[in-house]
């Protein structure tokens, strides 16, 4: 789906598409043949334990939509409940911990196999709003390609704050995946809580072998040291055996604990793309706290709201031209406009080089240390974005 703005000026600019739904995953089946003999050929000259960080994909194989969209969409876009404005409702604080782990699972979303987002351009953003949620991400750097991502909840007071990049890693036609391991960090503040919680992502596996497929898999770590209590999923990556009969699991087990202590308080069990239950272990009482069903179907693509309001740095903007040959599948054209994006942030960075004036983003502060990144928002919440999901945003404000 293609959304242009209307205004004559500016009109095929902006082009926003669909977020990748759970419903969604059944139309991939149809090109896989396709997928993976265009894979195939890109990967028969990578020698195994190659950097693919610098790897350039062709439109043929891109998303119509940049990977700063994507970091967007975990959190924006979301069917029935507002999961991340729950996190701080709750009374008690195991309920509000539990919530934190139902609203982490939910950004766990299918991929599309064979398929990447665009790497985004240094100083490239991305700015949606659904209903209290505001969202706002920058690329802060581009060798290596760092995106940084603030997230405000109005009425919940709830901020969000990521800095992250990934580091994929070719493991061999032999073993025949691709690993990316997510760098990192992410803190959610209940600024009413006065609690925070550190949380780790998945790693992503790509496999080849002996279906197509993308696993999101290993631990997941959320720790609230205010309140003593943290939580720890595992992603069950599937066995060859039922890969190989085509069977899809994406288990999720986990625990609640004490962390001074160590004490058990919860088992966490079921299926990430179905639902999530946890067991008290006192009193043995199950409570379903995810159903992905409710969260990640019929998912809406961001409409313009005010397109005057629309930055020029806007991932939607940049990669527009990009996105309309991908949509159409006119791959000449979807070639050439890319390699002028890709042209221009060269151009952008020479001249730096020359002048010798550094880069500075405009959303937050950076700061590298050693092989880890600092960021600081630069403002304490998100404004509203001219960029919405409306459907949610009327549900939710009225």
Known sequence: MCLKAEEHEIRRHVVLTKPYSLEDEKDSEDTASNVIRRILSLVKNIRPGSDLTNFQLPPQLNLPKSQLQCYGEMIYSFGGHDLLGECSRREHPVERLKSVVAWNISKLRPVLFGFAPYNPVLGETHHVSNGYINVLIEQVSHHPAVSALQATHEKANIDVMWVQHFIPKFRGIQRAYVELEVKGERVMKLQSRKESYD???????????????????????????????????????????????????????????????????????????????????????????????????????PTVKNLKEVMESESAVVWSEVSEGILNKDWERAGEAKKAVEEKQRKSMKQREVSGEPWVPKHFSVVKNGKDWDCTPLHPTVPRAPLVITDAQEAIMN
């Open 199 to 301: 949380m780790s992502p998945p790693r992503l596996i790509i496999r080849v072998l002996p279906s197509l497929r993308v696993d999101w898999a290993g631990k997941m770590k959320i720790k609230c040291p205010e309140t003593d209590l943290e939580a720890e999923l595992n992603l069950v990556s599937d066995s060859f055996i039922e890969r190989f009969r085509g069977n899809n699991n994406r288990s999720v087990k986990g625990k609640i604990s004490e962390s001074s202590s160590g004490i058990k308080l919860y088992d966490i069990f079921g299926h990430w793309d179905r639902t999530v239950s946890t067991k008290n272990l006192k009193t043995g009482e199950l409570e379903v706290i995810y159903n992905a069903n409710e969260s990640i179907s019929g998912l809406k693509p």
